[in-house]
């Protein structure tokens, strides 16, 4: 199965938008949405092969749901947010942590790498998702489960973040909004109190689920460079 929104005009990413997850990677809790841009490159089908980017040593996997815009909105209300909303997914917004917080600048070259935007296996149509505010989430690796969590604990809810996005970018049928993800990302993994993250490496296999959503299964494969077409 490919991606369940075909020719995604925008894959727009939100940053520690679980106050939990923030507490865990050190950083402040945001008082607005941290809102930035994943490369459409790197979109991909539910099932599809996980590649680690060339020289990656900190590749991580984030759990989270995955807002499917129906119609185009520019600074729309939170109360009328929903209204430009066709659906939500499963997302896995893979992340290479070096690329991302240790080599300067934006957070975008650690996000938009080949194959690090799994999305699907099916967009849920808003109707069939009556409080997209209370679904479980879950990521497991290798069989052990790393997140368990709930879009509950959001800090900025479904509405807030489209009507907060469109005050900076119109939205267009098709775009994606991805989330945030709860705790029990790799680089957060503790052990007797002491940070032991734990990163992706070939051969290891990742299960992502969301209530209702559907669930993605993901084998990490070793660098290959792509044929140019």
């Not at 267009?172 to 945030?180: F, K, M, Q, R, S």
Request: net charge neutral; with cysteine; proline share 7%.
């Amino acid at each position: 199965m490919g991606c369940p929104v075909s020719n995604v005009p925008k894959f727009i990413t939100i940053g520690f938008n679980y106050a939990d997850h923030a507490d865990e990677a050190n950083m402040p809790i945001p008082k607005e949405p941290i809102d930035f841009l994943k490369s459409n490159s790197c979109i991909q089908g539910p099932d599809d092969d996980v590649m680690l980017p060339k020289g990656s040593l900190k590749s991580d996997w984030e759990v989270e749901l995955g807002i499917v815009i129906g119609k185009r909105a520019s600074y729309v209300s939170q109360k009328e947010a929903l209204d430009y909303v066709a659906g939500y997914c499963t997302v896995n917004d893979v992340s290479e942590r070096a690329y991302q917080l240790e080599m300067g600048g934006t957070w975008d070259k650690g996000k938009g790498c080949d194959t690090f935007g799994p999305i699907g296996p099916w967009m849920v149509t808003k109707d069939e998702v009556p409080n997209p505010q209370n679904l479980k989430m879950y990521m497991d690796l290798n069989g052990q489960r790393m997140q368990d969590g709930s879009t509950k604990t959001m800090i900025f809810g479904v509405t807030k973040l489209v009507s907060y996005v469109s005050q900076f970018m119109t939205l267009e049928p098709g775009d994606v909004i991805t989330t945030g993800t709860p705790p029990g990302v790799g680089m957060g993994v503790k052990k007797d109190g002491k940070p032991a993250p734990v990163f992706l490496k070939k051969g290891d296999v990742m299960h992502v689920g969301i209530q209702g959503l559907g669930e993605q299964i993901q084998k990490v494969v070793a660098f290959k460079r792509q044929a140019s077409k």
